[in-house]
Nanobody, 124 residues
């Protein structure tokens, strides 16, 4: 079992920045794929970004490419999502997710473990 805990959400004005953290515990993540998803009210959960823990491969949704950066600190077993140039349409609950094998993973169905989510609100 892997436990994931997100933090770092909050209220920010349009154009501002936030950094989300996802602290993982319970297993060594060396073969894992990790991802960020978000869900706005009344909408389905959507892919934001993902990475493979072992390799420096990163993938982004077109809507965040160039503004968001996914990274990880292996020593801390923590994944991050740096969000710059935030827009009101980025407002959502952001979730981190993990699965015990690497590769591209764009669907929520691809992931086995989820955090509880952290709210990001961008005001105009």
């Amino acid at each position: 079992q892997v436990q994931l805990v997100e933090s770092g959400g909050g209220l920010v004005q349009a154009g501002g920045s936030l950094r989300l953290s996802c602290a993982a515990s319970g297993r060594t993540l060396s073969n894992y794929a990790m991802g960020w998803f978000r869900q706005a009210p009344g909408k389905e959960r959507e892919f934001v970004a993902s990475t493979n823990w072992r390799a420096d491969m990163t993938y982004y949704a077109d809507s965040v490419k160039g503004r968001f950066t996914i990274s990880k600190d292996s020593a801390k077993n923590t994944m991050y999502l740096q969000m710059n140039s935030l827009k009101p349409e980025d407002t959502a609950v952001y979730f981190c997710a993990a699965r015990p094998y690497s590769g591209r993973a764009y669907s929520a169905l691809d992931y086995d473990y989820w955090g509880q989510g952290t709210q990001v609100t961008v005001s105009s």
